[in-house]
């Protein structure tokens, strides 16, 4: 008879275990609310900054506003900054976060990651008419990039002989040596190609090889199997599509890299 209680109280702790997470799961949160609150980047253009009206633009928020639109809910945009990404999701306060979220096994303990659905990565940059396939044709060329970044490090130790390489003290030097030509190429991330791209509409910049890959992720809490399986579909409708292509030659002057999945 003891063991008959015992037993029946396990069952009855499974049953709750089982409610909540079905409950964490659930899509149906959302669309019976009627809302998503999506933590967003404020701060860190292309990706999401205030614009000239004071609103909130960038590549994520426009995926955020895909999102929203497509779910048939209001958007609640959350400016958040990086240290807020991860606990905002644990005590939710947030469904989604969508803000240059970079995937790791150390985050993955605490929260999900969906596919990718933005390119984040450094690369290297020149015109068109530039035959460049890969670092060992930059010998001959000079090249700029910003002293002291992860861009510098990597490209010292494997830039080929006969390339010469001018250092700039920050990002806006070696944006305006690339403008005024004082270099053949520009080594950098697509970030600060981005803001090359904006400031000079029209200019003859392409993307020629990346020399470090990366990608951005939208971050959910552990558990919301449903919410997990509608986004990664909305990134894959929306890839094939070409819409995330549209995106990234908007945001970033650059087509879409080939993007990881999980």
Do not use: C
Not at 108 to 130: C, G, H, L, T
Not at 132 to 157: H, K, P, R, W, Y
């Amino acid at each position: 008879m003891k063991r008959l209680k015992l037993l029946s109280a396990a069952f009855a702790a499974l049953a709750v275990v089982m409610v909540s997470f079905t409950a964490k799961a659930d899509l149906s949160e959302i669309l019976e609310a009627g809302v998503i609150k999506i933590g967003v980047p404020e701060s860190f253009a292309p990706f999401g900054s205030l614009g000239a009206d004071g609103e909130l633009e960038g590549y994520d928020i426009d995926v955020a506003k895909m999102i929203a639109k497509d779910l048939g809910v209001k958007l609640e945009l959350v400016p958040i900054v990086s240290k807020q990404r991860i606990p905002f999701l644990e005590t939710g306060r947030l469904d989604l976060v969508i803000s240059t979220l970079g995937a790791n096994p150390e985050r993955a303990k605490s929260i999900w990651y969906s596919s990718s659905y933005a390119p984040f990565y450094s690369a290297a940059f020149a015109a068109s008419d530039k035959k460049i396939a890969s670092i060992e044709d930059l010998s001959g060329m000079t090249v700029g990039l910003t002293g002291g970044t992860n861009e510098d490090i990597q490209f010292t130790e494997t830039a080929p002989e006969g390339t010469v390489i001018q250092r700039f003290g920050d990002n806006a030097g070696t944006q305006a040596a690339f403008v005024s030509k004082q270099i053949d190429v520009m080594v950098t991330s697509i970030v600060v190609a981005a803001a090359v791209a904006k400031s000079n509409p029209g200019i003859d910049m392409e993307t020629k090889f990346i020399s470090r890959k990366g990608a951005s992720f939208i971050g959910l809490a552990k558990g919301k199997i449903d919410l997990l399986q509608w986004v990664n579909v909305f990134i894959m409708h929306k890839k094939l599509r070409g819409v995330l292509d549209d995106l990234s030659m908007k945001w970033m002057g650059q087509p879409l890299p080939p993007l990881p999945h999980l």
